[in-house]
């Protein structure tokens, strides 16, 4: 359990550490192309932190594709850090951050309900809960693993 949830941006070196939190759920993160492609995003975008001591458990990294549009483009938290306000901490801060900016359109993208997965309808009640809405279901991924793009207005 963590005492404070202290978010920080990550310099791109902190990639590595990252690619481990997304080694360590394979329930979310198991086809090892998307982990060396998420890796190298994480080097070129916007990403925060979270630290327990000196051990990065948490990040969420942003990509903008317009200036009023940004996505979370990949999150991951130690599976045992789950359920302790993390999440939800790192998306409020990137939101503030977001509204300085000008973003108007916040998205994130999931594996939609079409795929029976219980860690991904997770995925997707919390996201709702943090008021994104569903905009879209398509093939982006392939006809086994339907996206779903969720969207918020900030």
């Not at 481990?20 to 979310?28: E, G, K």
């Not at 916007?46 to 969420?60: C, K, M, P, Q, T």
Request: hydrophobic letters at 40%; a negative charge.
């Amino acid at each position: 359990m963590v005492d404070r949830i202290d978010i920080v941006p990550l310099p791109p070196s902190a990639a590595a550490s990252c690619e481990a939190i997304l080694r360590s759920l394979p329930q979310w993160f198991g086809i090892e192309e998307a982990i060396v492609r998420y890796r190298n995003d994480i080097e070129r975008m916007e990403s925060f932190g979270v630290h327990d001591n000196d051990r990065l458990i948490a990040f969420l990294t942003v990509n903008y594709h317009f200036d009023h549009a940004a996505e979370i483009h990949v999150m991951g938290i130690r599976k045992e850090y789950h359920r302790q306000g993390i999440g939800r901490a790192m998306v409020n801060h990137v939101e503030s951050l977001l509204r300085t900016k000008g973003v108007e359109l916040f998205e994130v993208k999931t594996l939609a309900a079409g795929h029976p997965d219980p860690n991904y309808a997770k995925t997707r009640l919390f996201y709702e809960s943090l008021g994104f809405r569903p905009l879209e279901v398509n093939d982006l991924w392939g006809d086994k693993n339907p996206c779903l793009i969720l969207v918020k207005h900030l």
